[in-house]
């Protein structure tokens, strides 16, 4: 049984950084691609950034790129987000995904499993 367990977000000033992180456990996590997705109110789920399982080829939404940085430690089992400059733009639940293959997409139909998702938000 896959379980992916996020943490590490909470309420940031603007210009402010947050580190998330995603636990998993279940099935071998080096085989497979994660990725970091959020959802904001009355805003479909975006796919904020994801990596394969070698961790050597990463994807990043333009709104997030040079700001966000995406990365894994397979011998840990987990998967981080380093969220800078942060803006109240980004306030929403980030939740991370493990992917059916290695191979990191952009969409959410790529993806099997899901954590519970982490707030996080942005004061102006």
Same mark, same amino acid.
Request: charged share 20%.
């Given at each position: 049984q896959v379980q992916l %367990?996020? =943490?590490?977000? /909470?309420?940031?000033?603007?210009g402010g950084s947050l580190r998330?992180?995603?636990?998993a456990s279940g099935r071998t996590f080096s085989n497979y691609a994660m990725g970091w997705f959020r959802q904001a109110p009355g805003r479909?789920?975006?796919?904020?950034?994801?990596?394969?399982?070698?961790?050597?080829?990463?994807?990043? %939404?333009? =709104?997030?790129? /040079?700001r966000f940085t995406?990365?894994?430690?397979?011998?840990k089992n987990t998967m981080y987000l380093q969220m800078?400059?942060?803006?109240?733009?980004d306030t929403a639940i980030y939740y991370c995904a493990?992917?059916?293959?290695g191979?990191?997409?952009?969409v959410p139909w790529k993806y099997?499993?899901?954590?519970?998702?982490t707030q996080v938000t942005v004061s102006s």
């Open positions: %367990v996020e =943490s590490g977000g /909470g309420l940031v000033q603007a998330l992180s995603c636990a479909e789920r975006e796919c904020v950034g994801a990596i394969s399982s070698s961790g050597t080829i990463t994807f990043y %939404v333009d =709104s997030v790129k /040079g995406v990365s894994r430690d397979n011998a800078n400059s942060l803006k109240p733009e493990q992917g059916r293959t191979v990191a997409w952009s099997d499993y899901w954590g519970q998702g």
